[in-house]
């Protein structure tokens, strides 16, 4: 069987490794794929480990998605745009870098959710590297505008120069501070890494109405504050589970070019959670 793996650190709690042994279950597929614990200071040193011992590809979570994007012979449009890479491929002699975690939260959004993004009005919250790598598969929908909100203005004020180039128009991506958010939204995304410490970005209430959709791109036990917020102001929530299993989906997909189901799972995962 081809060998996978999903390299981080901490990498004990990942639920990777159920995700694709269901997806490989589900297609026929014959894979393997474990965790492997990289130390902070020897992630290039792993990988080279995994290529010589016939490893196929890896996804890489955190903290090492920035020095995967480093180590890359090749980068994907969408790992270069988002500056960093959380699936790798070893194919040929290369270390092709890919980043799936946008199409996998367009992916639950679109898909999972039922909420189509093409003409509709997005509010990103935070502008490091998690709200980097969803806009272009965002863009890709053809919304009618992207707000980028972030405590440090001038973070979102790079992030929008550096999308320039993306837009449909020029008016379609714009970066505010958190005071300057004056209207509701139809979809509006925490990729702030608040929830992190049970704390939640100073979004105003009139961000949401009945109708909004405000996804965290967290996941755990119970809602984030965030979640929390926004269901209080009439908003439709969701964690960041869905998300997670769209980008395994999508990391299987370039790996094993069949694309697996990814509803009954999410069901399941849901219910033991
Ligand atoms: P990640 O890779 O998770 O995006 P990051 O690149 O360190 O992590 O970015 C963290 C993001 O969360 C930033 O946008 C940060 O805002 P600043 O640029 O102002 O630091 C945002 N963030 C973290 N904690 C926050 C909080 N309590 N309130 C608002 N924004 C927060």
């Known amino acids: 069987s081809d060998k996978y793996c999903v390299i981080g650190n901490p990498i004990g709690h990942s639920r990777s490794p159920d995700i694709h042994a269901a997806f490989a279950a589900q297609t026929g597929q014959d894979i393997v794929y474990e965790r492997v614990l990289a130390p902070l200071d020897g992630f290039a040193e792993t990988v080279r480990g995994l290529i010589e011992r016939g490893y196929r590809g890896a996804n890489v979570t955190v903290p090492f998605k920035l020095e995967a994007a480093d180590i890359a012979t090749r980068l994907e449009q969408r790992a270069r745009l988002a500056g960093a890479v959380n699936t790798l491929r070893f194919e040929n002699g290369e270390i092709v870098g890919d980043n799936t975690d946008g199409p996998g939260l367009v992916a639950d959004i679109v898909r999972n959710a039922g909420v189509p993004l093409a003409g509709k009005r997005v509010l990103l919250l935070g502008a490091g590297g998690a709200a980097r790598g969803v806009i272009l598969p965002i863009l890709q929908h053809g919304p009618a505008a992207i707000a980028i909100a972030n405590r440090t203005r001038a973070t979102a004020d790079a992030l929008v120069a550096q999308f320039a180039g993306q837009l449909a128009h020029p008016k379609q991506m714009a970066a505010c501070g958190f005071d300057d958010i004056a209207e509701a939204f139809d979809v509006v995304i925490n990729a702030t890494s608040a929830s992190l410490s049970a704390a939640m970005p100073p979004v105003p209430a009139l961000a949401f109405c009945q109708g909004t959709l405000a996804l965290d791109m967290m996941y755990g036990n119970k809602p984030s504050p965030f979640m929390e917020f926004a269901a209080s102001h009439g908003?439709?929530?969701?964690?960041?589970?869905?998300?997670?299993?769209?980008?395994?989906?999508?990391?299987?997909?370039?790996?094993?070019?069949?694309?697996?189901?990814?509803?009954?799972?999410?069901?399941?995962?849901?219910?033991?959670q």
């Open 235 to 272: 908003a439709t929530t969701r964690d960041g589970l869905g998300m997670l299993v769209e980008q395994a989906a999508e990391a299987f997909a370039i790996w094993r070019g069949v694309r697996p189901q990814t509803a009954t799972l999410l069901e399941q995962m849901r219910t033991q």
